[in-house]
């Protein structure tokens, strides 16, 4: 469980990063389906019982 956990946090950490770009760049769409994969893989996280804490707060503000 603890590699499914982290391999999350990392999918997590590069659909945020790609968010980030995406808004840079201004581009509206990808900056959507970025939040869509982010919340996928945040609910998928809830399912699974793995608490994802507070690191992902700020995420609020941006989708």
Not at 15 to 26: F, K
Not at 34 to 58: F, K, P, T, W
């Amino acid at each position: 469980m603890r590699e499914f956990a982290l391999t999350l946090h990392l999918r997590i950490h590069d659909s945020v990063t790609a968010l980030r770009r995406a808004h840079a760049m201004g581009d509206d769409d990808l900056a959507v389906t970025q939040v869509g994969e982010i919340q996928d893989l945040v609910e998928i996280a809830a399912r699974n019982g793995i608490d994802m804490g507070s690191g992902y707060a700020e995420l609020s503000a941006l989708g």
